[in-house]
């Protein structure tokens, strides 16, 4: 299998293959990206005649929503291109106006607040999933004061989620002589009670 998947490479492309140069082969790396871009472009015009024409596509591909957005100019091929392995930062992007598309296009830095004021400039490549979320809403990229509120908001929910937790956990009280399950109070005696309830009969 590796035979094969190697001479697939190699086949066709002996001068990529065999050049020692870097400025070349970068250069051709990025003709090929343009042209990716333009079989993209070419992709979602003939997924949009499809649909106006009723053809049903059958192929199955996680593709094919995308093509849609770029056919009806909701996304930039360009951003798909470059974000294809990024499903996060494509299900948000199509919202965007397409300067900010561009400007993910183009993999520049975006400021991503911390809880304390500070931030960093992140590459929307190297953004994960929980950065995207701060840093994206629908349509728009947070302020700083938005992304603070909202790291705020989800530290309230981490904790409002950890009290819940301990509330229903079981507790000993031992002056009482018993036990606390959330905010109810159960005595050993009616534990004893429930024990001989639950114990099988004997025959």
Wanted: charge should be neutral; aromatic fraction near 6%; hydrophobic fraction near 40%.
């Amino acid at each position: 299998m590796e035979g094969n998947e190697k001479n697939e490479i190699t086949a066709g492309n002996e001068d990529v293959m065999q050049s020692s140069d870097g400025s070349w082969l970068l250069a051709e790396l990025q003709k090929s990206f343009d042209t990716s871009v333009k079989h993209i472009v070419r992709m979602a015009a003939i997924v949009r005649r499809l649909d106006e024409l009723g053809v049903a596509i059958e192929m199955e591909s996680s593709v094919l929503p995308y093509l849609r957005k770029i056919a009806h100019g909701n996304l930039s091929p360009d951003l798909f291109v470059t974000m294809q392995g990024h499903k996060s930062m494509l299900n948000i992007a199509s919202t965007l106006p397409a300067p900010v598309q561009q400007q993910i296009a183009k993999n520049e830095p975006i400021k991503v607040m911390c809880l304390n004021g500070d931030h960093r400039m992140v590459q929307p490549l190297s953004m994960t999933t929980k950065e995207v979320s701060q840093v994206f809403a629908f349509g728009r990229i947070r302020d700083e004061a938005e992304q603070v509120g909202y790291l705020r908001g989800k530290m309230q929910e981490k904790a409002t989620t950890e009290q819940a937790c301990d509330e229903d956990a079981v507790k000993i009280d031992r002056k009482r002589r018993g036990i606390v399950v959330g905010k109810t109070f159960i005595s050993f005696i009616e534990l004893e009670h429930f024990y001989k309830a639950l114990a099988p009969k004997k025959k």
